[in-house]
């Protein structure tokens, strides 16, 4: 496989569960920066703690910066203002990115500066067992809302459109071909870019909330096709209220 | 030449003297001058100066712009320290050499910002998690700020660890005739051939700090790794021999890293133990009980951490009695006494302002 060249062959197998999308949001990435034909190593991944933390890390051939957690877009940052002409991207779950580091993203956005950030967003904590996520739905059962999440879950895209990031989207790990073309666009964007990947988490999410995520891994990810609605134009971001449905597309 | 100069402008002085083009940092009394300074100085020499959204975004900027191949530095306060830690947790961890100036004010909390103190000597010797050593400079004057922030960036490059420039609110609000002397030498980065990417835990060697964007695809992580940077948290003996090397690294190259200044000690019956701009005062007292005919001496530690326990073999057989004065309730003297069967005396002083000459010289009459 093409691919191959750009993973360090010592790391396989990849430490993700069975079924989760991380490795699917892994290749995609993968795919994107050989169809642009980018030079990897002119480029820096860096990434935080968790599940999604370890698909740049140490998975990809390049140099790569595993950080704390929350705090890869702030390294991001130190790497791209002193070295321009290398070309960052953070790769980190919603947990990391929106939850505890927070405040980097909404001010890596409000800077506008040119990083790419892919989140890998599978509203849960994966590798820390389960807990609720700033991003977990309503309703959803966690390791910590044994009755149900009672709080509003972040819509990242918003967040970030209203942080000022110039490029946006959302796409899923079963929307592959579009999840590609997002990223290579990211990749490409002069300014912050910043790419919502849903991508489920059996393990941790789907095994507690079977009513809405199916009996199996393989279902979880065949669900995204039924559970995502394509924007029309982009504003729909803002006007978009399907209950239980995702909106994806480039919204900005 | 002197120069009329704040102790926080020649800190930043020193910084690009130093070869620091990267500097990190969000505002707090009583460093923000050596920010402000920064973000005037920076551009003249092609460095990059931004002022992040919080300590933690600078301290994690400052690590990336070094493996990106600067020299770079931040400079906080105490609370802003705190904040940093668990960054500075990581770059003790990578072996990312870099600069963190901590000009302290009265605490815990927020304090007395425009207060000085010595509040934070334990803070940046034990405020990460885990095992390690660290380095700690204490300047007492302007010229030292200056100096001292070129040693500290000598330092963190030759042993790869961050570096603290401990210094308090007097020395960095202090104006005064400062040397910037320009034949400071300045330690230089090399470039590494095809060593690893951390040093080789064999003999606690130290390898050349790497860079980001040459090919070389560097593997670098906060967790337990091996000398080529990958993870090996299950693993006891990289935990192991990981720690080992953090701590022997700096233990096992003492002699060259530490540094005191004696005053009057020949003879000294009563030696007091002093840093920062305290060690001022306490010049200032030993010099006048000198003159009263008193045998008192000085010993001055520039050097906080690694702490210089040698210095107890070297005193003369005459000290019969030390005294520690400190701005805090006694973070060094129990340093002091871990090494020494002397009898030891502390004078401290929390209440936001300066050990005098005259309060350290009156401590001295008391115990005489
Ligand atoms: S715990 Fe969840 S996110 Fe982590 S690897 Fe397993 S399925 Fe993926």
């Not at chain 1, 140099?63 to 877009?73: N, S, V």
């Not at chain 1, 394509?230 to 971001?237: F, G, H, N, V």
């Not at chain 2, 992580?221 to 990981?242: F, I, L, M, V």
């Not at chain 2, 953090?246 to 000690?265: A, L, V, W």
Request: aromatic residues 8%; proline residues 6%; glycine residues 8%.
């Amino acid at each position: 496989m093409k691919l191959d060249k750009y993973i360090r062959p010592e790391v396989f197998p990849t430490p993700f569960c069975q079924g989760c999308g991380h490795g699917i949001l892994m290749q995609a990435i993968l795919r994107a920066l050989d169809e642009l034909s980018l030079d990897i190593d002119k480029m820096v991944f860096v990434s935080g703690i968790g599940c999604a933390a370890w698909i740049p890390s140490p998975h990809f051939a390049a140099d790569t910066l595993h950080t704390l957690h929350g705090r890869p877009i702030a390294y991001a940052t130190g790497i791209k203002l002193f070295n321009p002409a290398l070309k960052v991207v953070v790769i980190s779950g919603d947990g990391d990115l929106a939850a505890i580091g927070g405040n980097h993203l909404i001010h890596a956005a409000r800077r506008n500066i040119e990083l790419t950030v892919i989140c890998a967003n599978n509203s849960i904590y994966g590798m820390t067992g389960g807990q609720v996520a700033p991003t977990t739905p309503c309703g959803a059962k966690t390791a910590t809302t044994p009755q149900g999440a009672s709080e509003p879950p972040f819509d990242l895209c918003k967040l970030v459109w209203g942080a000022g990031a110039t490029y946006i989207a959302r796409s899923t790990v079963f929307h592959v071909k579009e999840l590609v073309k997002y990223i290579k666009k990211a990749l490409t964007h002069k300014g912050f870019s910043f790419i919502d990947t849903v991508s489920p988490c059996y393990t941790q999410y789907g095994r507690r909330n079977q009513n809405v995520c199916g009996t199996s891994p393989a279902n979880m990810v065949l669900d995204l096709k039924n559970i995502s609605v394509r924007a029309k134009q982009p504003d729909e971001l803002f006007t978009f209220s399907e209950k239980d449905k995702i909106l994806t597309g480039e919204f900005k | 030449m002197p120069q009329f100069l704040q102790g926080n402008e020649a800190c930043a002085l020193g910084a690009i003297k130093a070869g620091c083009r990267f500097y990190a940092g969000y505002p707090i009394t009583p460093s923000s001058e050596i920010m402000e300074q920064m973000a005037r100085e920076l551009p003249k020499v092609g460095g990059v100066f931004v002022q992040m959204e919080d300590e933690i975004g600078s301290m994690g900027a400052v690590i990336g712009a070094t493996w990106a191949g600067a020299k770079a530095m931040t400079a906080t306060s105490g609370p802003g320290l705190t904040l940093m830690l668990e960054n500075i947790g990581y770059a003790i961890m990578t072996e990312t050499p870099c600069v963190i100036v901590d000009v302290q004010r009265a605490g815990p909390s927020t304090g007395q910002a425009t207060k000085p103190a010595s509040g934070d000597v334990m803070q940046v010797r034990w405020g990460a998690s885990g095992d390690y050593e660290i380095i700690a400079l204490s300047p007492w004057s302007a010229t030292e700020m200056y100096e001292m922030t070129i040693q500290a960036f000598n330092l963190a490059e030759t042993y790869r660890v961050p570096v603290f420039l401990l210094a308090d609110e007097a020395v960095g609000h202090i104006r005064e005739s400062a040397v910037i002397s320009p034949d400071i030498p300045v330690v230089n980065r090399v470039d590494h051939t095809d060593l690893p990417t951390f040093g080789n835990s064999k003999d606690n060697s130290v390898t050349p700090m790497p860079m980001f964007g040459q090919g070389r695809k560097l593997s670098v992580t906060g967790s337990t790794h091996d000398e080529w940077g990958y993870r090996k948290t299950q693993s006891p003996e990289a935990q192991a021999t990981s720690v080992a090397r953090f701590c022997n690294k700096i233990k096992q190259n003492t002699d060259k890293i530490i540094s005191y200044e004696s005053y009057h000690i020949e003879d000294a019956e009563t030696i007091v133990i002093a840093y920062g701009f305290t060690a001022r005062s306490a010049l200032k007292a030993v010099q006048t009980a000198r003159a009263d005919g008193h045998k008192v001496g000085l010993i001055r530690l520039k050097t906080i951490w690694p702490f210089p326990e040698g210095i107890f073999r070297e005193l003369p057989k005459t000290v019969k009695k030390i005294v520690v004065p400190e701005m805090n309730q006694g973070q060094i003297v129990r340093e002091i006494q871990r090494f020494t069967a002397l009898p030891v005396e502390q004078y401290n002083k929390t209440n936001g302002t300066v050990i005098t000459a005259s309060e350290i010289a009156d401590k001295l009459n008391e115990i005489r």
